[in-house]
């Protein structure tokens, strides 16, 4: 027909193929490169998922929006995508068959979302799947076969959850798996079976969960392991009848627990373990080890050594073993900082009356504190008590005073989201094995003095989600080890200084989500060995310095500081990971991070509203650090990034990069560098949406562009593959993250 003329039949064809995605068409509210295959939506508001995606893509990213379910063939129009982002998108349900027809999905991100239950068959049609991550959301059950379906997965992380309980065959069908992510959950009880049916599990992450006893029986179903995580949770004792046999595991990871006793077997059914890790525990000394003669290293540091002639055995242990060994002596004090492993024989005697023991002598064993009586008392009537398990819970049972009667044997009470408004002097009687107590959410608004009497084996303290302004000296007295004391999301206006003074143990302080304005480093010199501060989330606008500390987590994010606290970081030679998105710094100075440059190994500055980055503002980080975030600002340009020579994450994504010959040296890094950064220019228009490394046509023009240093175009497949070995030397392996990974916090294109 004539070009005016209407023909209905070819519309509503050409509207057919336009809802099956067409190649070529793109939703407004996306941004589509149809030669990579790539889509983009982020950030769009979007409430599902539109429905013109191009057929052909392959890699699609809707995080940021506002789905919030995903309905069943959600995706069944777009049956080559092998990733599909879907963090932050306040999901709170995944239907069943959601993800049908994605039979080619290698990679599919969860993360940061509302889930509280997987159903059966939510992930029906992902046989292909090789990485899930469902960390950050508020899982606390897994049903029987919510995996079944996923032959092919690699990777599962699991992650900063709520699961308290692992049933039998938890896992069940997943047979490729290697590495399995438990860490930060509340998982107390493992069934025996929970982790049959692994043949492919390499690692195991269990760290920073709530198991008081080691669940031998379950970890040793997984013969194949190599690495083990169980930091973090609060573990009192190991011995030979905790049964954990893996005769191919390597590492093993107990850090940041409550050990006090270790036996010579625990670990003699592990015959292939080279790495044992038990620094920061409360362990005064360690038997020779039984049965791991292939031990290369144990690390014992933090720990209260005491280097006496108790101490001998494992002394000569470790020199016939050649085991290299990390522990400084706490006792007695004429030894008092000494490395074990610096130590003579006639070092390590015993005083009596103030004779030495010599060397050879028999010497009594110290005697046991005798064992608490394990009868068990009734358990309060609206609670439940586990002898198996040590703990007992009344969690949520409106209860307006904390009931007595626990057994005396309780490790773990759980008193969440209760009424009770203050904690009377004595509430815990008969609870001196308890390590973990929790009263998140009940309206405290005061801890009376003697609070906590008799909890002498306390370790963590959960207070978060109160009422609470202040705390006392008085309230926290009679908690000795305590380690962990979480007070987020209540109303403190400053440090609780005197409060923390009584607490010489501390690692661990969270007051995020408070009202603190002013944070003076000078309030942190009670607890001697804190390690962790956590302050996101308040309203600080100034750091005051103060003496050294041994700090090596700072996260200061979501708050309002105008300028990096260089003076306060002087105090900070320990310093790790310094956390700062989401404060409005808009400029970084020459120096900024300086006194902490030589131990600096983690940097987050996304969200800043960074627009200049001073030459000198990163000055002595470039050896030492490893992941650095900038996305997310305002930046045009940056400094040379040269000294950057063991980077192995750095994401520059959603900045405005104007590539011109200002930006000339970013771009020749980038070429030179085997990473992922997402940096794409936004001037000038015609380069708008390229990546930084790959805009040529955009530097040509630039002065020095043909020199040797310069770059005529994209190099020869040889040199870039030199390029590539040469970058693997230097930076190491890439870390798992950003759009190919674990859901790092930035995203790397």
Not at 259 to 271: E, K, N, S, T
Not at 297 to 320: F, Q
Request: net charge positive; charged share 20%; glycine share 10%.
């Amino acid at each position: 027909g004539g070009r005016g003329m209407w023909n209905p039949l070819g519309l509503s064809m050409l509207l057919a193929l336009a809802g099956r995605g067409l190649p070529g068409r793109c939703p407004q509210v996306c941004v589509c490169d149809n030669i990579r295959r790539h889509v983009s939506c982020r950030r769009q508001n979007l409430t599902e998922v539109p429905v013109t995606i191009p057929q052909m893509t392959q890699r699609l990213d809707l995080q940021g929006n506002a789905l919030k379910v995903i309905p069943p063939e959600a995706f069944l129009s777009l049956p080559y995508l092998t990733h599909l982002d879907l963090r932050h998108c306040q999901l709170e349900r995944v239907e069943e068959g959601a993800f049908r027809g994605l039979g080619r999905l290698v990679y599919l991100n969860l993360a940061s979302n509302h889930l509280s239950v997987l159903y059966q068959e939510a992930l029906d049609g992902l046989g292909s799947l090789r990485q899930l991550v469902l960390e950050n959301n508020q899982l606390e059950e897994i049903r029987t076969g919510a995996f079944s379906q996923l032959g092919s997965l690699g990777l599962l992380s699991l992650a900063h959850n709520s699961l308290v309980y692992l049933p039998d065959m938890a896992f069940q069908g997943l047979l490729q798996i290697r590495w399995l992510r438990l860490s930060h959950n509340a998982l107390n009880v493992l069934a025996p079976e929970a982790l049959a049916g692994l043949p492919g599990l390499r690692r195991l992450s269990l760290d920073h969960n709530e198991l008081q006893a080691l669940p031998g029986e379950a970890l040793s179903r997984p013969d194949g392991l190599v690495q083990l995580e169980l930091g973090h949770n609060p573990l009192t004792y190991l011995g030979e009848e905790d049964g954990l046999a893996l005769g191919a595991l390597r590492d093993l990871a107990f850090d940041h627990a409550a050990l006090q006793d270790v036996g010579a077997g625990a670990f003699a059914r592990c015959p292939r373990l080279r790495s044992l890790d038990l620094q920061s525990n409360q362990l005064g000394g360690l038997p020779p080890l039984e049965g791991v003669g292939q031990l290369r290293k144990l690390n014992l540091s933090g720990n209260p050594l005491l280097c006496d002639c108790a101490a001998r055995p494992l002394w000569e242990w470790v020199a016939r073993a050649r085991v290299q060994t990390d522990g400084l002596c706490s006792e007695p004090r004429r030894l008092k900082g000494e490395a074990l492993e610096s130590l003579r024989a006639r070092d390590l005697y015993c005083e009596r009356q103030g004779d030495k023991v010599e060397e050879g002598e028999e010497v009594a064993p110290r005697p046991r504190a005798p064992e608490e009586d394990r009868a068990t008392k009734p358990c309060p009537a609206a609670c439940v008590c586990s002898p198996d398990s040590q703990h007992s819970s009344c969690e949520n049972k409106g209860l307006r005073l904390i009931p007595s009667g626990f057994p005396n044997h309780t490790q773990l009470l759980d008193l969440r989201r209760n009424n009770f408004s203050a904690i009377a002097q004595g509430s815990f009687p008969g609870l001196a094995c308890l390590v973990s107590l929790h009263l998140q959410n009940c309206g405290i608004s005061r801890l009376e003095p003697g609070a906590l009497h008799g909890l002498g084996q306390l370790v963590y303290l959960y207070l978060s989600d109160n009422q609470l302004s202040g705390l006392s000296a008085a309230a926290l007295q009679g908690t000795p080890r305590l380690r962990y004391l979480y007070l987020d999301g209540n109303h403190f206006t400053q440090l609780p200084r005197a409060a923390l003074k009584v607490l010489p143990g501390l690692f661990s302080l969270h007051l995020g989500r408070n009202a603190l304005q002013h944070l003076a480093m000078g309030d942190l010199t009670g607890p001697k060995g804190l390690h962790c501060l956590y302050v996101s989330g308040n309203r600080i606008s100034r750091l005051g310095p103060g003496p050294a500390l041994e700090l090596e987590k700072l996260h200061l994010d979501r708050n309002q500081l105008q300028t990096v606290p260089t003076k306060a970081l002087k105090g900070l030679p320990a310093l790790r990971e310094l956390q700062l998105s989401g404060n409005p710094l808009r400029v970084l100075e020459d120096r900024a991070f300086w006194p902490v440059a030589s131990s600096l190994q983690h940097l987050y500055l996304n969200g800043t509203g960074l627009q200049q980055i001073s030459p000198g503002a990163f000055a002595g980080l470039g050896p030492g650090l490893r992941t650095l975030y900038l996305e997310k600002n305002q930046l045009q340009t940056l400094p040379p990034m040269d000294s950057f020579t063991r980077l192995e994450l750095i994401s520059l994504s959603e900045n405005p990069f104007r590539c011109d010959c200002r930006l000339l040296p970013l771009h020749r890094w980038l070429a030179g560098l085997n990473l992922r950064v997402g940096a794409t220019c936004e001037f000038p228009v015609n380069a708008r949406g390229q990546k930084v490394k790959a805009a040529t046509a955009a530097f040509e023009a630039c002065p020095g562009w043909g020199t040797k240093k310069g770059k005529r175009g994209p190099p020869s497949a040889q040199r870039q593959a030199r390029k590539a070995r040469g970058q693997k030397k230097q930076a190491g392996p890439v870390k798992v993250g950003g759009s190919g990974g674990l859901g790092g916090r930035g995203h790397i294109d």
